[in-house]
């Protein structure tokens, strides 16, 4: 495996889709019910360092990228990824100028983020403020139209998982997140409008609200009653209208905490609204 990683860039085309199909079918390779690749692999992780680095070649990034996704399968190999300085690289990959490469990277950051629960939970917990600053300053704010809607779309997947609720509550228990969230209902696209609010809704729910969430959200009271009295979906759906309708009555029923610091509630006037 080592060679066909490290010879790659000799190969021609053709070759080097063989070489990504071999590494691929390497993974899943059994020698008495036992993966014989992750133990390789576990020995070998310096590797990982070559595939993730090589979405910064766009000649061999797809094939670079179809090879780490298959092997970070094996936990082992996925811990070491979320554990590599390289991680905070794939923000910038999924922002790359090429289309191809771009989703390529965001495929992968996908599988990274969703297939071993538990190691993204710890990954998430050891690194929360971080990742999502750069989540939310890189992808929910970019100017590509997939970037926002795949990124937005992934993080209620990550939100939603019961393995990070802990990470969840952390997540919306922040202002910035919040307020992030609030520009993104304001989106020409309805779909993207409606994996927003999937995500909005948890701020709301929250029941041990802080003080400052709950000054923006009366702040913008009348607005946010507004737009989503305006919200609905093309297809009729109960489960969706049973959100909204116990989102309208919990922004309805909210009381303005006490300002911090002694402020007014004039402080939040310059909020993001919809």
Not at 122 to 141: G, P, R, V
Not at 200 to 215: G, M, R
Request: with cysteine; glycine share 2%; proline share 3%.
């Amino acid at each position: 495996m080592r060679l066909l990683i490290l010879c790659l860039p000799k190969l021609n085309f053709e070759a080097r889709k063989d070489a990504t199909k071999v590494v691929a079918n390497l993974q899943r390779r059994q020698v008495q019910s036992r993966l014989i690749a992750s133990i390789y692999l576990e020995e070998n992780l310096d590797l990982m360092d070559i595939l993730l680095t090589g979405y910064e070649d766009p000649v061999l990034a797809l094939h670079y990228g179809g090879m780490l996704r298959e092997c970070i399968r094996h936990q082992v190999v996925a811990r070491y990824v979320l554990q590599s300085p390289h991680m905070r690289k794939f923000f910038d990959y999924i922002q790359l100028p090429n289309y191809d490469v771009a989703s390529d990277a965001a495929n992968t950051f996908k599988e990274l983020m969703t297939r071993h629960k538990s190691t993204v939970a710890e990954f998430l917990t050891e690194n929360c403020t971080w990742f999502f600053a750069e989540f939310n300053s890189k992808l929910l704010i970019s100017t590509n139209y997939i970037t926002r809607r795949t990124a937005v779309k992934l993080l209620g997947d990550i939100l939603l998982d019961r393995s990070n609720s802990g990470v969840m509550i952390r997540y919306v228990s922040s202002k910035d997140n919040m307020r992030v969230l609030m520009t993104r209902l304001r989106e020409d696209s309805k779909c993207i409008q409606v994996d927003v609010f999937h995500v909005f809704k948890l701020f709301v729910a929250n029941q041990n609200k802080p003080a400052d969430i709950v000054n923006i959200l009366c702040a913008n009271r009348e607005k946010l009653l507004r737009f989503l009295d305006d919200f609905n979906l093309e297809k009729e759906d109960a489960t969706f209208e049973a959100d909204k309708a116990q989102l309208i009555k919990e922004i309805s029923e909210l009381v303005p905490a006490t300002p911090l610091n002694g402020g007014s509630g004039e402080l939040f006037k310059s909020s993001i609204v919809v």
